[in-house]
Each structure stands twice: as structure tokens, then as C-alpha cells.
């Protein structure tokens, strides 16, 4: 999966697991090459892998709540940077999963999370961007997005739910406004869940095994797997068109939560520490407020 | 702090610890007769009572994200029930490591987290409770507040922001307010953390000591504390005028953060339970679902 990158590709890198799950600027995108059971970047060792990956994975936990407070508390001083985790994947690829994940590892004050459903009335009303603006994260937050402004080229193309032509431009649409964002300070980490189709199945048939999933069940979950090839084709063509500088795409392979827990905190580690927020100076006398403390 | 109830007002009560909590309707509150560094409820036995405290918080998570799931899958089929905690409390009380502390107990997916700051412009030209109504959590999920509409008679009174007459009809705006919640299924927890003065003084000079909490730091936090008694009077009066049948307060001591935890987890699994929230059967034929699954 890694790949040469030219020099002007590389600088964007925000460090090797980046590089590695990255999908190049401009490239065609086949997913069957990519191995939804993988795990790539993750260290060889002897097994069981998942025991070193949530050991790996906990490690990190400290490192990057540091990371999240500096960057809220920078933004106290007019900082403006901020980071969007944005989750895509079929159903049962755990998008859900991550983001319990993800903010068991944050202060969850600091973090903004959206889960996006079927568009309402209203949002159907509005460009298909509004819904994803007014919940952007403020300066210093951590955004994070179940679903995004991808669904409405993937569940929307494979629907049919608007022209073919008007999907092609939503492509163009959303690169240009993932620019905006990057030129406002927004670092955004767009992660696809890579789940294989075997595992779906295991993962749809667990959920039938236990009554009380069933909630989570409906039989268009059995129907949407006959779209399994057009929603790939799909995912596809999001990740070739908008992976940019501006804003990447990393294919995370997902069969193994373990793996997919891990490389998206690794991500996100890469690119928090790329931003190195730094702590204020205090711009108060700290003994001078010692002893008023102490005083009364 | 246990009192005995009129039998209307037993009934109400979700469990035991929210009896003993809970503030009488209509009774005369002084924060002095509480004492902060208490532990309520919670089971005396050899000590260290912080280890019997965290184990017995964790072996709640489990029964607390059953019940959390229930609550969401129930309001997949249009049950409208839906639990709502607000937290206030001093500075450095604990509200953010409240809000972290829940969370890690929930699908986070499930959780609509809010936490107030002081009004922007737009606010302040809307009725105080229009930003309240904005956020309340939606059928099914667990609404947090970090501060909430009482801020508009704790801070807004001891700074008088607004005139006190005003302040004094508030009170009987937010019973009504939450009068309605209640009736559209919304199961209001009022959790006010009770810090003491000597605590807050151990917990700012623990700040001022680490340069990286520096940037938490001002020195208005010093000047407010000269507001100390003005601030418990604001909150007595709150407690007492606005501990309702439909959304009473519970008074948690937080100068011990395992008990506060071990506390408001206990409250809201009080609270869940009393809800009982069912899982739906399936409207679907699970073995001809797992044929359909298993045959492509």
C-alpha cells in the first residue's frame, strides 16, 4: 500500500502511518487491492498482534489528551487551528465504535461530535454543505464526524437520489470547501473504514443472534448488501476525487478493531503533534497569586 | 442529610440515593449544614473507601450502557423518554470532569454534550432559556450540561446583571420550563456539586503550581472567591425555590472526586432503572434473515 510520493506530496505528510494509509493526490483508487484485514504500519511481532495493539493503542491515550488540551488552550489566546475527524464506511464498519474510541481518548468538553442521519426537510431545503457547517468545530476543538458531506455522493449516487451530473459536481464542491477549511486553520483527517464483505456478514449475523441488536436490524441492512459493488465504486470515486492536499484521505482496514482503534489514534497523533500547539506563559504574578490564595 | 418525606413526595424518588440526595420541595436550604467531603450513601466499610468507590462506580458502566442502549433503541419506535443532567457547581468543582466521567460510561454517539458559556450577543437578545431549548437531548439520548439556564440566577444574581426582581421571576420561569420538559418525557437530574471553600483554595493552588494549567488560570478566579458567600446564597436560593416533583435537585459533596463519580453515576442508573426502557421485538423473520445473510 505505501507507495513513492513526489517531493511536493510528501511535505504534506504529518508522519509515517499518514504516509502510508494516505490515498495520493490524483490516483486511481481500486479498493479490492486494499486488505480490509490488514495491518499495515502496525509493528511485526510475535502473536497475539491484538494484545501489543490495544497495549500500543492505550499508550497513546496520554500523549494525546496533552495534545487536545494544549490545542483548546491555545485557542484561548486566538489560535484558530482545530482538527475534523471525518468517518466514513459500509454499515457495521464501525464508525460508531471509533468514536466511543475516540473520545474515551479526548476531554470530551473539547470535542464536537455529529452523527449525520437522513437529511431532514430542512436540510434537504439547503445546499447539501449547510448541515455540515453549522456544526463545524470552534478554534481549539476536535471535531468528529460519523457520516459527512461524503453521503451525499455515495448514498446519494448509488440512490440515485440527484443526477449523475449534479453528483460530479459535488466532487469539485467539496474540495473547494475542505480548502476553506484548511485555510481557516482546520486540519481535516477524513478516514474510510475499510470492511471487507465477509466480515459485514459476520457482523449483520451477530446482530440476529443477539435479540437484543435487533433494534438495530432491518431487513434493508440484507437488501443495501446487493449495492455492496456500486457503494464501493462509489467510495472509489470519493477517495480519487477528493483526496487533496488540503484535506487526505486514509484507508483504515477495519476487520480488526484492534487495528482500526490504533491507526485512527496513530493518525491523529500524527497530526496533532504536525501542529505542535504550545501552552501560554501566564501573564499573571504566580507567587503574587499564591499568596492572595493562601491569604483568606 | 436523610429526612423523612410525605408520602406524595416518596414517591417520586428513583431509588435510594436519590432520596437521600434529592432537595425537599419547598424546604429551606443552607449549604453549610451539608458537608462537602461526605460520602452519602456510599457504603462504609475498611478503608481505603476510594478503592471499594472506584471499583463499585465500574461495575455500574455496564448496566448504565444497557440501559443507555434501551433508551435509544425504545425511541427508535417512538418513545420520546429521554434523561437530561445538569451539572453546576463552583469553579473547579468537577463539572468537566463530570461530563468526562459520564461519558466514558455511554455511547457517546448517544450523548448530546452542552457546555454554556457566558451568553454571546445573539443570546442575550433572546429569552435566557432560547439557548437552553436549542440543545435539549432528542428522544432517546442523555443530555449533559456543564452550567444551564441556572446560570441566569447564580451568576446573573450575584453580579446583578439584571435587575433582582427579574432574577426572582426567573426561578418560576425555569419551574415551568422544566415542568414542560418533564411532561414531554424529559427526566430532569440537577446535580449540584457541592465543593467546599478550603477544597477550591487546595485545587487552584494545585493549578497555579503546574505552568500547564496556567492557561485555566485567572486572577478574576481569585477576585471571585471574595464572592463566595453571595455565590452559596445564589445557590440556596436556586436549590430551594427550584427543587420541583418534576425536576428536583440532588446535592453531590465533590471534594472527593470517587464519590462525586461514584455518586452521579449511581443517580442516573437510579434514574434509568426507574425508566425501564424496553428493547423491541424483531418485525422481522430472523431465520429467513439469516438464510437471506448466509446465502450470498
Known amino acids: 500500500m505505501a507507495r513513492k510520493k513526489p517531493a511536493k506530496e510528501r511535505r504534506r505528510s504529518a508522519g509515517p502511518l499518514s504516509e502510508l494509509l494516505r490515498v495520493p493526490e490524483g490516483e486511481r483508487v481500486s479498493l479490492s487491492s486494499y486488505d480490509a484485514g490488514g495491518t499495515p504500519g502496525f509493528p511485526t511481532g510475535p502473536p497475539p498482534l491484538k494484545v501489543a495493539g490495544l497495549a500500543a493503542t492505550a499508550l497513546?491515550?496520554?500523549?494525546?489528551?496533552?495534545?487536545?488540551?494544549?490545542?483548546?488552550?491555545?485557542?484561548?489566546?486566538?489560535?484558530?487551528?482545530?482538527?475534523?475527524l471525518v468517518l466514513q464506511g459500509m454499515d457495521t464498519s464501525g464508525k460508531g465504535g471509533t468514536v466511543k474510541h475516540v473520545?474515551?481518548?479526548?476531554?470530551?468538553?473539547?470535542?464536537?461530535?455529529?452523527?449525520?442521519?437522513?437529511?431532514?426537510?430542512?436540510?434537504?431545503?439547503?445546499?447539501?454543505?449547510?448541515?455540515?457547517?453549522?456544526?463545524?468545530p470552534r478554534p481549539g476543538e476536535i471535531?468528529?464526524?460519523?457520516?459527512?458531506?461524503?453521503?451525499?455522493?455515495?448514498?446519494?449516487?448509488?440512490?440515485?437520489?440527484?443526477?449523475?451530473?449534479?453528483?460530479?459536481r459535488r466532487y469539485g464542491q467539496i474540495n473547494r470547501f475542505?480548502?476553506?477549511?484548511?485555510?481557516?486553520?482546520?486540519?481535516?483527517?477524513?478516514v474510510f473504514?475499510?470492511?471487507?464483505?465477509?466480515?459485514?456478514?459476520?457482523?449483520?449475523?451477530?446482530?440476529?443472534?443477539?435479540?437484543?441488536?435487533h433494534w438495530k436490524f432491518t431487513t434493508v441492512d440484507i437488501d443495501e448488501r446487493a449495492l455492496w459493488p456500486a457503494y464501493q465504486e462509489a467510495y472509489e470515486l470519493a477517495l480519487e476525487r477528493c483526496s487533496t492536499e488540503a484535506a487526505p484521505w486514509f484507508v483504515v482496514p477495519a476487520d480488526r478493531k484492534w487495528y482500526r482503534n490504533w491507526a485512527v489514534s496513530k493518525l491523529l497523533l500524527e497530526h496533532l503533534e504536525a501542529l505542535d500547539p504550545r501552552y501560554l506563559r501566564a501573564d499573571f504574578d504566580v507567587a503574587e497569586c499564591r499568596k492572595r490564595l493562601l491569604s483568606r
Open 143 to 168: 471535531g468528529i464526524f460519523d457520516r459527512s458531506q461524503y453521503e451525499d455522493v455515495l448514498i446519494a449516487r448509488v440512490r440515485e437520489l440527484v443526477p449523475r451530473e449534479e453528483i460530479g
Open 60 to 84: 497513546m491515550g496520554e500523549r494525546l489528551a496533552g495534545l487536545q488540551e494544549r490545542l483548546y488552550a491555545a485557542s484561548t489566546a486566538g489560535d484558530r487551528r482545530r482538527l475534523l
Open 178 to 190: 475542505e480548502k476553506t477549511l484548511a485555510e481557516d486553520g482546520v486540519t481535516v483527517v477524513k
Open 103 to 136: 473520545i474515551g481518548l479526548f476531554n470530551p468538553s473539547g470535542c464536537r461530535i455529529k452523527a449525520f442521519k437522513a437529511p431532514t426537510a430542512e436540510e434537504r431545503n439547503h445546499p447539501f454543505l449547510w448541515r455540515i457547517m453549522k456544526v463545524l
Open 193 to 213: 473504514l475499510h470492511l471487507s464483505y465477509e466480515e459485514q456478514r459476520r457482523r449483520l449475523l451477530k446482530r440476529l443472534d443477539n435479540p437484543d441488536k
